[in-house]
Structures are given as structure tokens and as C-alpha cells.
């Protein structure tokens, strides 16, 4: 792994906040550009320092020569520092406030949710999609009877299951489904991207199915510490309908949706449209970089998900996990059919549990990190919510363009070889090669529509 | 602690020099895979330590590689043990010394697809590719991507 230095700088993705203006700043602002310089909360003795300045690679010290654990420290590191840029408070233009800290005020909206959702991108008939900045139009997919639902800036949440659409027949190479909370209620899930990953899209037009068939290849940008440059990032959000108790327990991260339900035949479901106030339980951050051209893979989770297997069950209850059934069978999907607009029944819950426990050196970055967010405010948030773990390629490509450059090890031997979320990879877990969750291994498969290597996103999929 | 009586490092460069993979590839510096591990943990497990502990030194003693493994594959109680390790480089199976042509088991699934022969031949083990999809209508990269031959 070479050792690469990477210098904070202005987070300059904008996205539509509940209004407004975009300032135009592109995704590759100086460290004097954009409309201020980086934010940064002070930090109590000991503690990571807060910044608004999302990283532009991992950074590893020159010296000693790297290992195996000190590598991996610098990449959750490099996690953390990317969570709380994102989540930085956001100002209407879709910039990081800099009067504000993360959680300040207890909650905030956050920079990410700026950015811009697959639905907004991928629309029919390959339309190209509104200009960075634009305000959020209702997704395309939505029946006039759930416009009326809508507001200017609302999440609009549909998706199910790992897979676009888990209520179809396809078959699905692993035992993928719907996650189910334990209120009964369907999580939703939704993907975002950065301006950079968007321009990308947009100026090869990779959101039109008839342009991708003359795409041999795909390549996203790479951040850059000498270029001052972020680079593409994707994140991948996953959501629970919160009850009125967890509204008021401030554990989660809030916002107001809209939580759609097309309609299907096979099985028979009713489209639906509510309103509702979910809580974030879930989080991937997909970011592509010079040091790691296969991109770093950080995912978090809420801290009252699930117990770890083999752990007694501390909490009084979690998110998906019943204590009351300790015999349940584990990380099975119920039966079909399913339906997201069913509150399902105590016996079709979902029993998850933490199959691979975090690894020690990570519970102890989490711990520092929670607590440098409680001291902005002990009813933050965000301190409740930790980093699983990073995957990182340990053989990375050389170059920016990996199948070009390491076509016979495109996956970059990653570390660690296993990673999963259990909001978002519930059902496949494990340590079994080519079958249990692997960010790297399952998304080398990435194509096109039209079969190309699509840089390892499912997204440019979704084109019609 | 005790030397055990094959120790890592000489295991790692014993074995680039029976196989002809660079020892770096063989036993990277930042491995999460830990093949190399597996292997020698396998031979100690199947191999009396007196074997083993000869194997090192005899190695050890003749400052060519090539040289050394000449001599060692050449013995008649060291040489089968040296092609059980090549054995284990190439094709992710223990084969008894004893029994050469019989495979006992594949070491674990991470041997079987690590192993050396699919890079050999420029090509990836059934059921697992490392290459992305439709690769199969491309010639497949060059040797020098899969293999760093031992210097």
C-alpha cells in the first residue's frame, strides 16, 4: 500500500436543500475555495477533531511501515472523518454550516442528504436528469395522488430489499429480502451521489440506456489530495418508520418521508403513499480514491441494531432483534409473500444478529469518536451510531481505471475479505468466499445495461 | 516461546524457490488472507517437526535457493515433503508425502481459490473469477499480471 498524505479541504458538493440556490462551487474546491474554510469544533483534550472537510484519500504516516491493523485504523479513521463531514449540519445552498456542529441542536440535516438520489437520475425513457443544484422534483415514479403528498426537500423512500425490486420474480443469487423491523414495519432503503460521481454520469450520459451502448467502460473519478479533488462517493441509506417512543428517544437521525409502495400484481399490493417519520438504522459510504481505486467501503449502523451472535443481548430491546425469542431462527428472511404496506406479525420478524463481532480496535475508535460527538452536545445524535468496519483493497489498481490498470486483480485483494451491515446485507453474512457479504467481490460485478464494467455501481442499472 | 521447527520466513522463501513465485506474492507484507499461514500450518500438522526442522536447515545451509531446492527435492525424505509443498502452493490440496497421487483435502476455501495453478494458466478457479463480467470475451491479461517469478 503506498503511503498517501491527504490534506482536509472544503467539502464543496452541493445538493438541493428544502429550497434553495445552488452557489455552484464544484466538487473540486481548494482548500481556500468554496464560501468558507473548513469547519472545525474545537476538540476536548484527547478526542478527534470535528471537521466539516471531507478527506480526499486515506492518509497513512510515513513511518513505522505500515501493517495489516495499522492500515485498517487508518482507514475507519478515514470512515469517521467522512461521517461526520457528511453529516455535518447543512446550510439551504447545500454547503457544511459553519456555525454549527453535528448534533448541536440534538439533530441536524445533514450535507449528504443534499445530494442527489438514483431516483432523480435514473427517470424514464433515459430523460437526462435536472442540473446539479436543482430543487428536488418529485421522482418520476410517483402517481399524482402522492404528489400531493410531497414537499420540496422530502425524502421520498421506496425501495425494499437489497435489490431494486424485491416484490419481483427474479431470482436473486443470494437470499436477499426485505428487512423487517420490530414494530412490524418494512425498512426502506435509498442511494444517493456526490456531484462528482453525478457529473460523471451526466457527461457520458450514463442515465440513458441506448448511450451505455456505446460505453466500453467506466471510470469515476478518483479523490486526490494534489488535486485537491474529493471524488466520486456513494451512499447507500437504510431507514425505519420510527414509532412515537423512538421518536422521542433522540437515538436516531430523523427525517420527514415519504414512503412509497408501487403497486404489484405478483403478489397482489396496493400502492400506497404515508408520511412518515423514519430514522436512520443504516449507513454506506462508497468512496473512490487514488490510494484505493476500488474504492473504500464504510459502513455504519445505529447502535441499538442487533445483539452480536454468541454475545448475551445487553439492551432492552434493539431495532431488529427480539429478546423475547432468543431461539428464533437467525438472519432468515420470512415467507413470501411480502407486502411494505403490512405491519407483519411478531412471527415473520426477522430475527438479526451480528454474525462478525467488531473487531476491538474499531470499538475503541468508535468509542473516542461518540464521545468527541457527545461533547458537542450529549443529546446528539450521532452518538449513536458506530463504524462496523472498512473494506479497502490491500493490492491496490495503480491507476485510477482499475480494469485497465489491474485487470487480473480487480478486486484488490480486499481487507477485511468480509464485510456486512445488518440493515443492509442481513440475510448474507458469513465468511464463505463468493457467498457471503463482500462490498468489493459482490460489486466487481457491476455492469452496464449493456454488460460493460461499470465501476463497481449497480446504479447505472437503473437506466431506461 | 519455542523456534518452531520451520519458521514462517523460511517456509515462505523454501517455498519460492520449489514453486518459482516471488516470495512477496507468496507471503504479502499486508495479507488478509494469510495463505501462507494456512499452508505451513497444515505441514506442521502432517510433518513430524525432527522432518520439518531438517527441511529448514538443509535449506538454510546453501546460500542459492535453487541450489538448495535442487538438493532438498532431490533427498529421499525431504524431497516428498518438498513436493507436498508445491503441491499446496499450486493446487490448494495436502497431499501426503507418503501418498503422492492421493489429495487428502482442499486446505480451506480460501486455498481454493488462491491456489497457484488458475493465475499459472491466466485464468480463475470454477466458481469464483476475480475478473468482471464478460471477461471471457477478451483474452485473458498477460502472464506477467498473475505470476512475480522469484528473483
Redesign the interface.
Known amino acids: 500500500?503506498k503511503p498517501s498524505l491527504s490534506h482536509p479541504a472544503l467539502l464543496s458538493a452541493l445538493g438541493v436543500g428544502a429550497v434553495l440556490l445552488i452557489s455552484g462551487a464544484c466538487s473540486s474546491a481548494s482548500k481556500t475555495g468554496g464560501t468558507s474554510s473548513p469547519s472545525t469544533a474545537p476538540a476536548p483534550s484527547g478526542l478527534p477533531t470535528l471537521s466539516s472537510a471531507l478527506p480526499f484519500d486515506v492518509t497513512v504516516p510515513s513511518t513505522p511501515?505500515?501493517?495489516?491493523a495499522s492500515?485498517q485504523h487508518d482507514f475507519d479513521l478515514m470512515s469517521w472523518q467522512t461521517f461526520v463531514a457528511m453529516n455535518w449540519p447543512v446550510l439551504p445552498n447545500g454547503q457544511p454550516n459553519p456555525s454549527q456542529q453535528p448534533g448541536q441542536h440534538g439533530d441536524n440535516a445533514t450535507v449528504w442528504e443534499t445530494w442527489k438520489d438514483a431516483s432523480e437520475i435514473f427517470l424514464p425513457n433515459g430523460a437526462p436528469p435536472a442540473p446539479w443544484g436543482s430543487p428536488i422534483a418529485p421522482p418520476s415514479f410517483l402517481p399524482a395522488a402522492c404528489r400531493g403528498l410531497f414537499k420540496p426537500g422530502m425524502r421520498v423512500l421506496s425501495q425494499v430489499g437489497k435489490t431494486p425490486n424485491v416484490l419481483t420474480e427474479s431470482i436473486q443469487p443470494f437470499n436477499t429480502g426485505p428487512l423487517i423491523d420490530q414494530n412490524g414495519r418494512y425498512a426502506r432503503f435509498d442511494i444517493l451521489v456526490n456531484q462528482s460521481m453525478f457529473e460523471t454520469i451526466v457527461s457520458n450520459q450514463l442515465y440513458n440506456k441506448q448511450a451505455q451502448q456505446g460505453i466500453k467502460s467506466v471510470v469515476f473519478d478518483c479523490g486526490d489530495a494534489t488535486k485537491q479533488q474529493v471524488g466520486a462517493i456513494m451512499v447507500k441509506s437504510a431507514w425505519k418508520i420510527l414509532s412515537p417512543a423512538e421518536k422521542q428517544s433522540g437515538r436516531f437521525h430523523t427525517l420527514e418521508a415519504l414512503i412509497y409502495t408501487p403497486p404489484s400484481t405478483t403478489p397482489p399490493i396496493k400502492e400506497n403513499c404515508e408520511r412518515a417519520t423514519v430514522g436512520l438504522v443504516g449507513f454506506h459510504i462508497v468512496h473512490k480514491t487514488l490510494g484505493a481505486p476500488q474504492w473504500v467501503w464504510s459502513t455504519f449502523e445505529q447502535v441499538d441494531n442487533c445483539p452480536t451472535e454468541g454475545v448475551p443481548p445487553s439492551k432492552a430491546s434493539y431495532n431488529f432483534y427480539n429478546k423475547n425469542t432468543p431461539a428464533a431462527p437467525i438472519n432468515t428472511p420470512p415467507p413470501r409473500p411480502w407486502d411494505p404496506n403490512t405491519t407483519e406479525p411478531p412471527a415473520r420478524r426477522p430475527q438479526i444478529v451480528r454474525i462478525a463481532a467488531i473487531d476491538t480496535a474499531t470499538q475503541q475508535l468508535n468509542a473516542s469518536w461518540q464521545a468527541a460527538l457527545r461533547a458537542v452536545n450529549p443529546r446528539s445524535v450521532w452518538q449513536y451510531y458506530e463504524l462496523v468496519s472498512t473494506q479497502w483493497p490491500?493490492?491496490p489498481a495503480p491507476a485510477c481505471d482499475v480494469?485497465t490498470s489491474?485487470?487480473?486483480?480487480?478486486?484488490g485483494?480486499?481487507?477485511?475479505?468480509f464485510l456486512a451491515n445488518t440493515c443492509l446485507e442481513s440475510y448474507i453474512q458469513g465468511k464463505?468466499?463468493?457467498t457471503s457479504s463482500s462490498c468489493i467481490e459482490c460489486h466487481?460485478?457491476a455492469?452496464t445495461t449493456s454488460?460493460?464494467?461499470s465501476d463497481f455501481t449497480y446504479l447505472l442499472q437503473r437506466a431506461q | 516461546m519455542s523456534t518452531p521447527p520451520l519458521p514462517l520466513p523460511v517456509f515462505v522463501a523454501l517455498s519460492a524457490a520449489l514453486t518459482g513465485v516471488n516470495a512477496a506474492q507468496l507471503n504479502p507484507p499486508i495479507d488478509p488472507i494469510g495463505i501462507a499461514n494456512q499452508y505451513l500450518a497444515t505441514l506442521t500438522a502432517n510433518v513430524s517437526a525432527a522432518t520439518l526442522s531438517n527441511l529448514a536447515q538443509t535449506f538454510q545451509s546453501i546460500s542459492n535457493p535453487n541450489q538448495a531446492a535442487t538438493v532438498i527435492l532431490a533427498d529421499p525424505v525431504l524431497g516428498p515433503v518438498a513436493r507436498s509443498i508445491m503441491k499446496v502452493w499450486l493446487l490448494g490440496s495436502w497431499y501426503n508425502p507418503a501418498t503422492p497421487t492421493q489429495a487428502v483435502n482442499v486446505v480451506s476455501a480460501q486455498a481454493y481459490k488462491e491456489s497457484l495453478v488458475w493465475k499459472i494458466m491466466q485464468s480463475h478457479p470454477m466458481g469464483y473469477s476475480m475478473f468482471t463480467f464478460g471477461y471471457w470475451a477478451e483474452p485473458p491479461p498477460p502472464l506477467n499480471q498473475f505470476i512475480q517469478p522469484a528473483s
Not at chain 1, 511501515?65 to 495489516?68: E, N, Q
Open positions: 500500500m511501515p505500515p501493517t495489516l492500515l490491500t493490492a480494469a489491474a485487470p487480473a486483480n480487480m478486486s485483494t480486499p481487507a477485511p475479505q464463505v468466499p463468493n466487481l460485478n455492469t454488460a460493460a464494467f
